[in-house]
C-alpha cells in the first residue's frame, strides 16, 4: 500500500484551527451549541478521541457543512493511521487472498 509521508489533519485540528479560533468560539460554548459535554469536545480538539458518525451531524448542523466533509477527514486519518501501523501491516500481510 502506499503510504503518505504525512499524517492528515485530524478533524480535531480543524475544529480549532478553521472555527473555533476564527470564530473566537469557546469549547464551552461549542459544547452547548453541539448539546454535549465540554469533555466531548475537549477530547475531539485534543486528539484523544476519534469523531463519530453523531457527533459529525453535530458539526454540520452549527457549521452549516456537510456531514460527509466530518467524516472524510477522519476516515483520512484512520485510513492513514492502518497504513502507517507496521504491526497492523504484518497483520494484513498474513491474510490469504
Do not use: C
Amino acid at each position: 500500500m502506499k503510504q503518505a509521508t504525512r499524517k492528515p489533519t485530524t478533524p480535531g485540528d480543524i475544529l480549532l484551527y478553521e472555527y473555533l479560533e476564527p470564530l473566537d468560539l469557546k469549547i464551552n460554548e461549542l459544547a452547548e451549541l453541539l448539546h454535549v459535554h465540554r469533555n466531548s469536545v475537549s477530547a475531539l480538539i485534543n486528539n484523544n478521541r476519534k469523531l463519530t458518525t453523531e457527533m459529525a451531524f453535530r458539526l454540520a448542523k452549527v457549521f452549516d457543512t456537510t456531514v460527509d466533509f466530518w467524516l472524510n477527514l477522519q476516515a483520512a486519518v484512520d485510513l492513514w493511521e492502518v497504513e502507517n501501523n507496521m504491526r497492523t501491516q504484518e497483520e494484513l500481510g498474513r491474510i490469504e487472498t
